[in-house]
């Protein structure tokens, strides 16, 4: 299994920028696709940005643009690049960890989730 740990959200005004850490309690090389989701208030959670091991990436289409989402293999940390804030983007914020385990069996581990609120 793998612990993950977000950090970096707080607020900010319309039009600033956040970036998002993600840190893993093992190497994330060969978890297939790491992301992030987010869930405002009475919505359900939904998928921001992912990254898979071969480095793909996908992007939800309100966010595309304005965040970018890396990895960082020797860090064991994903990163979420926040620009051009806006007040809908109001949302916790959490990472996730998806892939098959030596033993094939399948895995999808979430963190504790972050609060990013943007102000207008």
């Known amino acids: 299994q793998v612990q993950l740990v977000e950090s970096g959200g707080g607020l900010v005004q319309a039009g600033g920028s956040l970036r998002l850490s993600c840190a893993a309690s093992r190497s994330i090389f060969s978890i297939n696709a790491m992301g992030w989701y987010r869930q405002a208030p009475g919505k359900q959670r939904e998928s921001v940005a992912v990254i898979t091991s071969g480095g793909s990436t996908n992007y939800a289409d309100s966010v595309k643009g304005r965040f970018t989402i890396s990895r960082d293999n020797a860090k064991n940390t994903v990163y979420l690049q926040m620009n051009s804030l806006k007040p809908e983007d109001t949302a916790v914020y959490y990472c996730?960890?998806?892939?098959?385990?030596?033993?094939?069996?399948?895995?999808?581990?979430w963190g504790q989730g972050t609060q990013v609120t943007v102000s207008s």
């Open positions: 996730s960890a998806a892939g098959i385990s030596p033993k094939d069996v399948a895995y999808h581990y």
